[in-house]
Nanobody
Framework: QVQLVESGGGLVQAGGSLRLSCAASGRTFGNYRMAWFRQAPGKEREFVAAISGSGVSTYYADSVKGRFTISRDNAKTTVYLQMNSLKPEDTAVYYC????????????????WGQGTQVTVSS
């Protein structure tokens, strides 16, 4: 069992940056593949980025590639999402998710979810 708590969301102007954090409970954090998803009003939840347990492998949605960076600190049991060059279309609730199997872009494959943090990008 792992509990996830996101933080770092807020209101930012287009072109700005935000850093999201997701703090996880549990001693086996390194065994979990971690991901960020987002959901805008009226839209389905979509994959943003994922990272392997060791942090060596990372994966990104095409829409954020080159602008967002996912990373993790297993000693601090925390995963991060650095978001640069933000656009109004990045506005959404961002969710952290954990999965003990393989890295996947499908939200149904993730067993644990945080409560979400709102990111709003103004034009």
């Amino acid at each position: 069992q792992v509990q996830l708590v996101e933080s770092g969301g807020g209101l930012v102007q287009a072109g700005g940056s935000l850093r999201l954090s997701c703090a996880a409970s549990g001693r086996t954090f390194g065994n979990y593949r971690m991901a960020w998803f987002r959901q805008a009003p009226g839209k389905e939840r979509e994959f943003v980025a994922a990272i392997s347990g060791s942090g060596v492998s990372t994966y990104y949605a095409d829409s954020v590639k080159g602008r967002f960076t996912i990373s993790r600190d297993n000693a601090k049991t925390t995963v991060y999402l650095q978001m640069n060059s933000l656009k109004p279309e990045d506005t959404a609730v961002y969710y952290c998710a954990a999965n003990r199997a393989v890295v996947t872009t499908t939200p149904e494959n993730y067993s644990y979810w945080g409560q979400g943090t709102q990111v709003t990008v103004s034009s």
